[in-house]
């Protein structure tokens, strides 16, 4: 599996962005997927995390983004979305989505298979 993530930028406080993640072979609908961040000079932390799809899809989100972040997926295209709103300053980060293929345990990173190479987010005050 490749993933290849997009969609950061620069963005005021307060402001939104859409990061995408699409992912390479035919399994994609049986992985789980997350995204984390990394900020600089801190460790890599859980963002949010989906299993299934649709109707049928769990989510998980860190405490920090919840009500804020939406996490979202569309099989058909092999593609995971993390949509933000309300960014603040300490959402800067490098974003990574990244997979897991075996029992969903969504916020340990050491659980995930497959890591794409990460989209920076640069949030302003």
């Known amino acids: 599996v490749q993933l290849q993530a997009s969609g950061g930028g620069f963005v005021q406080a307060g402001g939104s962005l859409r990061l995408s993640c699409a992912a390479s072979?035919?399994?994609?609908?049986?992985?789980?997927m997350g995204w984390f961040r990394q900020a600089p000079g801190k460790e890599r932390e859980f963002v949010a995390s989906i299993r299934w799809s649709g109707s049928n899809s769990n989510t998980y989100y860190a405490d920090s983004v919840r009500g804020r972040f939406t996490i979202s997926r569309d099989n058909a295209k092999n593609t995971v979305y993390l949509q933000m709103n309300s960014l603040k300053p300490e959402d800067t980060a490098l974003y990574y989505c990244?997979?897991?293929?075996?029992?969903?345990?969504?916020?340990?990173?050491?659980?995930?298979?497959?890591w794409g190479q990460g989209t920076l987010v640069t949030v302003s005050s």
């Open positions: 072979g035919r399994t994609f609908s049986s992985w789980r």
């Open positions: 990244a997979a897991e293929g075996g029992r969903w345990v969504p916020a340990v990173k050491d659980e995930y298979d497959y």
